[in-house]
Structures are given as structure tokens and as C-alpha cells.
């Protein structure tokens, strides 16, 4: 049997575990990047419980594995500063901002429901609500064993949730980034419109951004491709998929350089 990495807090945390260097598991850090669409289920908005205790239950698993996760939860459930009328851009944005760290800390108490430890930062200065991010301080929190919800998008307005996870992957030291979606990867065309359209086990960056292919915004897709950052996109609507991804399955899409 080859050497055993015992995690740093595994005697502080709910279900001691370890993670073997000899075991399928890719990436011993990732970045989770969640919809806030996918929190609302069927319902289309605000929280749908059921459906946060089983993507839960899904984040979990992988913790289990001992992999260390932090979290980026998007605000669509709740608000879309791109749909948001005469009002004001950089105003619109803010009440994004504000949605996505409402998202965090549900997505931090659902996991706290399932024995998860889990904290939230926040892009802003909310003392009253959560710790202001830092990445050191992530790191730490990570390292002890922690899974890092990070709310407020990067802190300013116009820089999407993709463009934030982008840059949070980056500031932890990520080994790649996980794309949560509804579909089973990337294809050429929709999916759900097109039954023709292809899948894409494998593709480049520069591919993604030359034929526009609908991965994430082009900020975030020149961050990873620029640092060398991989992205794995999956379907979310089979939570697991999280687990299996870090084992090496094929569940969906891997972009890279």
C-alpha cells in the first residue's frame, strides 16, 4: 500500500477520513462552481430544501474522499443584473452580489446539516455575516479541514460568478475547477434543442473561445486557459457526479490547454 496523507482535521471533524495517495482521486483541491439556479430546483426561485440537501449530500461524498472544496454559488435563484430593466448596471450587480452570499450561507448550513464543517467568506466587508475573504485565510480554513463557501462574486460589479470562481480557484491554489451545470458536459450546439448536437469528452480553451462554445464567459475562460487552470463540467442533476469526477470518471466535459 503506498503512503497515506492523514487529513490535517480529521480528529476536529464528523467522520474521520483519509486520503490515500494510491487512491483514483485526481485532485487533492478543487473550486466548485454551483448555479444559484440549481438551489431553487423545480420551483425556478429562492430555495427548493430538498434539492440543496441532495447536492449537498453530493459535495459531501467528494469531501469524503478527502478532497479539499471550496464553493462559488451563483444568484440566479434570486436576481440577474443582466435582466434587470432601466435600473442602473453597476446597481443591478450589486443586489447579484448580495444574492450570492445569501446562496453561501444556506449552501454552508445545508452542509453543516449533513456534518460537514463549512464556513462562508465574502468578497466584501460583512462582519455581521461572514469573514471577509482573504486567501491565506482560505487556505487555512481548507487545510483544517473546512469546506469554503465564497459569496459576493469577486466584489465588483460586472465580473460574472464564472469570472469569480475563475479567480478564487487560482487564489486557494486549485488543482481545477468543477463546473456544476444541467447538462452532461459540453457540446456543440444546445442540447436540449437540437437532438443532433455532439458532446465533447475532451476540448482546448482556445477552441471554447474561438467557437463561442458555451462553457463559461470569455474573462473566465482566458483566466483558466491562462494559467493553466483545468475545468471539468458536469451534470449537477446527478450530484454524485462530484465524487465520481474526482475519481477519474468520465461524467462530463475537461477543458484544458
Not at 469570472?163 to 481545477?176: M, Q, V
Request: charged share 20%.
Amino acid at each position: 500500500m503506498g503512503a497515506v496523507w492523514e487529513n490535517p482535521a480529521a480528529a476536529a471533524v464528523p467522520g474521520k477520513y483519509r486520503w490515500c495517495l494510491n487512491m483514483a482521486v485526481q485532485y487533492k483541491r478543487i473550486l466548485l462552481k454551483v448555479s444559484g439556479e440549481a438551489l431553487s430546483g423545480e420551483k425556478g426561485t429562492g430555495f427548493d430544501e430538498t434539492t440543496i440537501a441532495s447536492i449537498c449530500a453530493g459535495i459531501k461524498a467528494a469531501y469524503d474522499l478527502g478532497t479539499q472544496i471550496g464553493i462559488v454559488v451563483g444568484g440566479g435563484n434570486f436576481w440577474r443584473g443582466r435582466s434587470s430593466g432601466k435600473m442602473d448596471r453597476m446597481d443591478a450587480d450589486k443586489i447579484g452580489m448580495l444574492a450570492t452570499v445569501m446562496n453561501a450561507i444556506a449552501v454552508k448550513d445545508a452542509l453543516r446539516q449533513q456534518g460537514v464543517p463549512a464556513v462562508v467568506m465574502t468578497s466584501s466587508a460583512m462582519p455581521q455575516v461572514a469573514d471577509t475573504f482573504r486567501s491565506d485565510k482560505a487556505i487555512a480554513e481548507l487545510e483544517a479541514g473546512k469546506i469554503v463557501v465564497f459569496g459576493g462574486g469577486t466584489g465588483n460589479p460586472i465580473f460574472s460568478t464564472d469570472t469569480a470562481s475563475a479567480l478564487r480557484a487560482l487564489e486557494i491554489g486549485a488543482d481545477a475547477m468543477f463546473k456544476a451545470t444541467m447538462v452532461d458536459g459540453v457540446y456543440d450546439k444546445d442540447p436540449h434543442k437540437y437532438p443532433d448536437a455532439v458532446k465533447y469528452d475532451t476540448l482546448t480553451f482556445t477552441r471554447v473561445l474561438d467557437e463561442r462554445l458555451a462553457v463559461m464567459d470569455s474573462t473566465a475562460a482566458t483566466l483558466c486557459r491562462d494559467n493553466g487552470l483545468p475545468i471539468v463540467v458536469f451534470d449537477l442533476n446527478e450530484p454524485a457526479n462530484i465524487a465520481r469526477a474526482l475519481q477519474g470518471e468520465n461524467v462530463g466535459t475537461i477543458v484544458r490547454e
